[in-house]
């Protein structure tokens, strides 16, 4: 379980969150949602220790985030929204380099190679390859330390739509694997269509968090997008 | 982890041609071509002066000077009137010492060079005349007359130029080997702060910081590739001077140094390319401005350390403003080793000025790269 409890974070005046507390359920596929600028890419940099909080605390797992760093590091994963991997490598040098620093098991190493259907890809310089195929590259990099928790940033940002339909699935996938999934999209139909629960972030601040069946069900709304709307007020998610 | 990111680093680096050709061919026709250039800049035999000469005395002594210049490398004696020196033998030159000759000057010639023919001139001038005296006092002692008869007064036997032991005179290649060595092992900061950008830029960087690798590891697997490409760009470019250069009828390199000291000034040289380099790196927002930041920069330590103008020609306010550039550091202790035999102890404040100068930049920027992650790079 992640548990969020009363946390802030400002860039000199600006207040980024702002005593925000969330709980996230082991095992859940759990959506972040929020207008450019409403505190997601903070809240995931600070789950990953990229970013310290000013107040607040933060227990993963049962881990300290202010104490207990690296070994919150050794069980998650960010999956950025950037392709953060050498195009001058092969898909198989990249993999390789990435398992050796975390000191990946072989077993880990095949898991993320055949969920992400990267087996037949591994002499191709990763330059070449189509945009799903380092999208999925991209994600199968976050798989090689078996991680309990991944943050996707919005992983499917510029990608067609069959490309983004296999991700989609094999991100479904890892709840079977007992795995929690922290997902921020910009594609509310992708939230719809992988998450359990939906939190709304704005300003800093969390403005809702249920279970995307009873977001649904309330307000008489056909869709998250029209619900994401109403309590915003905002055109752009 | 350490293996594994060196051997990244290494492939990137290899895989880059553009990078290879700055770094390995790049100096290496530097070498080749300002060798041959600066070759007749920094040979004595290269000097050669065209003079008329006009015998008025036609004496046995004046003979004997005539034959002198003729014999002398340095002149070609020739009867046309634009000669660059029209020298006259007046009458009875030989009938004392205080008759002069009589040297009329082209005006085109250089201060400089009327002085390098002047003591040209005097050193056959002299031999004659010690001739004469050679002559005088035989019926008086023919002890005295074969003395002053042997005296030699070129410059080898009256005076020998020594380095700290060493004879060696500087040649072009020795002028211009350790140069381009040191501009060449700059150069690793166009391709190693292109990586780096270009790994921020990517949030590559914030993708290994997640994963528990620490600031000090970045730096030292990237550090560590480079400085053994610096070692091999030193050899390769020593090979260049030694076996290359002599293939176009220029002098080889001759190293009369320790080979330690080499080591251990190129390690100096490469903690500081380095240094520089990842300042640049983690300072810059994007490739194309460490390019043009890391090209300039270069260019600009290398003028003002001497690389592409030598030290030693430039004015005195220069020479001190030279004193503030690394590649200045690493040049005095690349022609220490080569001209003045110099081990490991002669080079080791250049190596140490060098060292402080890397690990106080390779510090700077470990900082800089530490506050761009926790602020979202």
Redesign the interface.
């Known amino acids: 379980m992640i548990q969020i409890s009363n946390i802030s974070k400002s ?1 000199g005046d600006k207040k980024a969150l702002d005593e925000f507390s969330l709980t996230i359920k082991e095992g859940s596929v759990f959506g972040l949602l929020g207008v450019n600028g409403a505190g997601k ?1 903070t809240l995931l ?1 600070i789950l ?5 909080i000013d107040s607040g605390d933060i227990k993963i797992f049962g881990l300290d985030i202010k104490t207990q760093q ?1 070994e919150i ?2 069980i ?3 999956i ?7 195009e ?2 092969s898909v198989g ?1 990249n993999l ?3 398992a ?4 990946a098991k072989k077993e880990d190493f095949e898991k993320a190679l055949e969920i992400n259907s990267l087996g037949n890809l591994l002499k191709q310089k990763a330059s070449s390859l189509s945009g799903g195929q380092k999208r999925r590259l991209n994600i199968a ?1 976050g798989l090689l ?1 078996n991680p309990k928790i991944i943050y996707f940033d919005e992983p499917t940002v510029g990608i067609d739509p069959k490309s983004r339909n296999e991700i989609l699935d094999s991100i479904k996938s890892y709840k079977s694997l007992g795995i929690t999934v922290v997902y921020t999209s910009h594609y509310m139909n992708e939230i719809e269509k992988i998450c359990d629960e939906v939190a709304i972030i704005d300003n800093g601040k969390l403005i809702e968090q249920n279970s995307l069946k009873n977001l649904l069900s309330s307000d008489a709304v056909t869709s998250l997008e029209q619900h994401f709307l109403k309590i915003t007020g905002e055109c752009d998610a | ?1 350490l ?3 060196i ?2 680093e290494f ?2 680096v290899l ?2 041609k553009h990078a290879l050709l700055a770094l390995f061919v790049l100096p290496a026709v530097f070498i080749l071509i300002m060798s041959v250039a600066m070759r007749d800049q920094f040979s004595t035999k290269a000097i050669e002066f065209s003079i008329f000469v006009k015998d008025k005395d036609k004496s046995e002594m004046s003979q004997d000077l005539l034959e002198k210049l003729e014999k002398n490398e340095h002149f070609s004696i020739t009867q046309e009137a634009d000669a660059q020196f029209s020298i006259i033998i007046p009458k009875r030159y030989s009938k004392g010492m205080n008759k002069k000759l009589k040297v009329a000057v082209k005006d085109s010639i250089k201060s400089d060079q009327i002085e390098i023919f002047k003591a040209m001139m005097a050193k056959d001038i002299l031999s004659v005349r010690f001739n004469e005296m050679s002559k005088e006092v035989k019926e008086y002692s023919l002890k005295a007359s074969r003395t002053i008869k042997n005296m030699d007064t070129s410059a080898d036997k009256l005076y020998a130029i020594k380095y700290n032991g060493s004879k060696t005179i500087p040649n072009s290649t020795q002028q211009s080997v350790p140069a381009w060595i040191v501009f060449g092992m700059f150069f690793i900061i166009i391709p190693m702060s292109t990586i780096y950008v270009n790994e921020r ?4 960087l ?8 620490s600031i000090l590891s970045m730096t030292l697997s990237k550090s560590i590739p480079y400085m053994l490409i610096n070692q091999v760009q030193v050899w390769i470019m020593l090979a260049v001077g030694m076996f290359l250069v002599p293939f176009f009828d220029t002098p080889a390199l001759e190293i009369n140094g320790s080979i330690g000291a080499i080591f251990a000034i190129s390690f100096g040289l490469s903690i500081s390319a380095i240094g520089v380099s990842s300042l640049i790196a983690v300072s810059a927002s994007s490739s194309e401005q460490a390019t043009t930041i890391g090209g300039i920069s270069n260019i600009l330590l290398g003028a003002i350390g001497g690389v592409m103008v030598p030290k030693f020609i430039m004015p005195e306010s220069m020479q001190t403003l030279a004193n503030f550039s690394p590649m200045s550091w690493g040049l005095d202790g690349f022609l220490d080793i080569f001209l003045k035999s110099a081990d490991v102890s002669m080079i080791l404040s250049d190596m140490i000025a060098l060292l402080l100068f890397g690990l106080s930049a390779l510090i700077l920027s470990m900082i800089i790269l530490h506050l761009r ?4 790079l």
């Not at chain 1, 950025?80 to 050498?86: E, I, K, S």
């Not at chain 1, 050796?100 to 000191?103: A, D, L, P, V, W």
């Not at chain 2, 914030?206 to 690798?213: H, V």
């Not at chain 2, 992650?373 to 979202?376: E, L, R, S, Y």
């Open positions: 860039y890419t940099s990953n220790n990229l970013i310290n690296r590091n050794s998650s994963s960010i950025p929204q950037h392709l953060a991997f050498y001058n490598l040098e390789d380099f990435f050796k620093i975390q000191n990099i330390n | 982890m293996s594994a990111m051997k990244k492939l990137l895989r880059d830029k990517q949030n590559t914030t993708r290994l910081s997640s994963m528990n690798i992650i926790k602020k979202g």
